[in-house]
């Protein structure tokens, strides 16, 4: 399988220089299930890292997509551990694969400060995660993540229609 190198957009270089050369120099790579990567924590727009900060990434995942396959946790491992090996960088990557269980389409990703107009099924729990870091690899259970702890959020890179 083909895996795309991808270009960071331009408006993360003017909000958040440091944070964009990182990305820029990392090799970002990315399966091609993946349609949009989302950027949060203290090297996103918050911009309050320090030195030793790693990078928060969500790899939104084409749902449709992953729907068709049998083995849908190894899929998603394989989506996170292309981005995971080819990445080059000093500064630690967390990423999580995000795909969409409540038939919403992932919209709270389109915005980048949350409102609770944002999300029509409450924010808690309202998407899945899967997640590779620090001796666990697997789905996340239910544990009441709110979707406007990760914003705010600005997009990286998506893919073209």
């Not at 909000?15 to 993946?34: F, S």
């Not at 795909?99 to 919403?104: E, H, L, S, V």
Request: aromatic letters at 8%; a negative charge.
């Amino acid at each position: 399988m083909k895996y795309d190198s991808i270009c960071i957009k331009e408006n993360v270089k003017n909000l958040l220089p440091t944070t964009y050369a990182i990305l820029n120099e990392a090799n970002l790579v990315i399966h091609p299930y993946v349609y949009k990567i989302v950027l949060s924590g203290s090297r996103g727009l918050s911009n309050c890292f320090r030195e030793e900060s790693d990078i928060d990434l969500s790899l939104l995942v084409d749902s449709q997509l992953l729907s068709s396959e049998s083995n849908q946790g190894k899929v998603l491992r394989e989506i996170l551990d292309v981005t995971l090996n080819n990445w080059k960088s000093s500064v630690e990557l967390d990423t999580v694969a995000v795909f969409d269980i409540c038939n919403c389409n992932l919209n709270c990703f389109n915005y980048e400060f949350y409102s609770d107009k944002t999300c029509k099924v409450g924010g808690i729990d309202c998407l899945g995660l899967y997640k590779i870091q620090k001796g666990f690899c697997g789905l996340v259970p239910k544990i009441g993540v709110s979707i406007n702890l990760i914003h705010p959020i600005i997009t990286v890179w998506e893919r073209e229609k």
